[in-house]
């Protein structure tokens, strides 16, 4: 998404090439791909078949946040 149409892989999916360019450095960081184990990668498809829209977003929010606020306390305590 960071790159513009003229730029990007010709090989993609064509799902993928629908995405406009988004300019503006949201999408410029490289995250290395994650390590999974036969475990994590069987678990995160066992996730993907749920129903997650009988979950209310209320719950990831507050999750999120309580995530956040423990971040936000260490690097203050440094």
């Given at each position: ?53 009988k979950i209310k977003p209320e719950?990831f929010g507050a999750m999120f ?14």
């Open positions: 998404m960071n790159k513009p149409f003229e730029n990007r892989q010709k090989n993609i999916n064509e799902i993928f090439k629908k995405f406009p360019y988004v300019n503006g450095s949201l999408f410029e960081e490289r995250l290395s791909t994650a390590a999974f184990n036969s475990n994590m990668r069987t678990t995160l498809l066992k996730c993907c078949k749920l129903d997650w829209s719950i946040q309580s995530i956040k606020d423990k971040e936000s306390k260490k690097q203050k305590d440094y």
